[in-house]
């Protein structure tokens, strides 16, 4: 048994990119902390955002062009010039995507609702907001509340800070 | 190696806390774990997690993710973290008698 003042007791979690793999990250250690009976709380900026727009957080893709750690599907090492080619994001996209759904990963708008079920807070960035022309009827409606940066340090007041 | 008295009994634990051997379980040891971790009744809708999820883990080895244990038990995500207020991980598969999932979904 561990210590009880080592134990993690709440995370905030900031989503800040917008491609696939850029949003999963936070998404899985949110919903995992909340399995393990920690606090969770997500917040969205910058181009993290697009997972909780609404019109937008069904078609989130994998970024192919400049990923130096791209694979073909046998394993071979992608020349990174090949990722501007037509087809070659959405096709990376729709690979991953079956990963996942074999791991029993589900897609963005599914999982951000299994996370708000099991009792985390969903929050967007005041400023991102902003900078996108955006408002409150572009997000998912599963989203709590926009928040300044102050609002974000109250809320995560006495747990761990995780940026992805 | 922890050990557990529960109800007269020496049982084994694994590094998690849950039970080493699954066959020292049943629903008496089960009660007692469940008391332990702050649930003082374990009501028809807790039994329908804790036997799906050991009817899961004797078929395949492993606790069922979340996502199949919400669609498959009837019961959804909030209820699920209603009967299991310190997290269905890891407060269900211990009162199930099982190890602790090994998948992070």
Request: aromatic share 8%; charged share 25%.
């Amino acid at each position: 048994m561990s210590n009880q003042s080592e134990e993690i007791k709440k995370i905030s979690v900031i989503i800040s990119r917008g491609s696939l793999d850029g949003v999963y990250p936070g998404l899985i250690l949110s919903n995992g902390a909340r399995m393990e009976g920690i606090e969770a709380n997500l917040f969205f900026t910058f181009f993290g955002m697009d997972a909780i727009i609404d019109k937008r957080m069904d078609n989130l893709s994998i970024s192919t062009v400049g990923n130096a750690a791209m694979r073909l599907p046998w394993g071979q090492k992608m020349p990174t010039l090949l990722g501007i080619l037509p087809g070659m994001a959405s096709f990376a996209t729709m690979m991953m995507k079956k990963e996942m759904e074999k791991l029993d990963v589900p897609p963005v708008r599914e999982f951000l609702q299994m996370i708000k079920d099991a009792g985390a807070g969903i929050y967007a960035c005041k400023l991102a907001m902003d900078m996108f022309h955006l408002e409150k009827k572009d997000l998912w409606e599963g989203v709590d509340d926009i928040l300044t940066v102050g609002d974000f340090y109250q809320k995560s007041a006495g747990g761990l800070v995780l940026f992805t | 190696m922890a050990t557990m008295e529960i109800l007269g009994k020496t049982i084994e634990l694994d590094a998690d806390g849950h039970l080493k051997n699954a066959a020292d379980w049943n629903e008496d040891i089960a009660k007692v774990l469940a008391q332990e971790a702050g649930i003082n009744e374990l009501t028809d809708r807790h039994w329908l997690v804790i036997n799906f999820m050991r009817k899961e883990f004797q078929e395949k080895g492993d606790a069922p993710s979340i996502r199949r244990l919400t669609k498959e038990s009837g019961v959804d995500t909030k209820e699920l973290y209603q009967l299991f207020p310190k997290g269905p991980a890891k407060l269900a598969s211990k009162i199930a008698g099982l190890p602790k999932p090994k998948g992070c979904i």
